[in-house]
Nanobody
Framework: VQLQASGGGTVQAGDSLRLSCAAS????????VGWVRQGPGKERELVAN????????YYPDSVKGRFTISRDKGKKSVFLQMDSLKPEDTAVYYC???????????WGQGTLVTVSS
């Protein structure tokens, strides 16, 4: 499995941005796909996860209500809709996949999101 993330950019606080992650190769319905970010001087943070088969989602409190993860099985893609962006959302965002929440074994390249105040 290979993952290709895209959609990053520079936006103003309060704006929205949609990230995409295209997957190639076989995907098991039991797999999970997540978006993990790393801001400047910060540790990696999981911001969203979706079960490929069932579609169950997970968000930490820091983004709950602002970020939405979704998937398109036909296009084998996962999306992260980010609304009401804040400067503290500035980070490199990675999509990753694996056998469970946070248990990722495949990583895509990052896409940079910069939110200016």
């Amino acid at each position: 499995v290979q993952l290709q993330a895209s959609g990053g950019g520079t936006v103003q606080a309060g704006d929205s941005l949609r990230l995409s992650c295209a997957a190639s190769g076989p995907f098991l319905s039991s797999w999970s796909v997540g978006w993990v970010r790393q801001g400047p001087g910060k540790e990696r943070e999981l911001v969203a996860n979706i079960r490929w088969g069932a579609g169950n989602t997970y968000y930490p409190d820091s983004v709950k209500g602002r970020f939405t993860i979704s998937r398109d099985k036909g296009k084998k893609s996962v999306f992260l809709q980010m609304d009401s962006l804040k400067p503290e959302d500035t980070a490199v965002y990675y999509c990753a996949a694996g056998t469970g929440l946070g248990d990722y074994i495949v990583w895509g390249q990052g896409t940079l999101v910069t939110v200016s105040s």
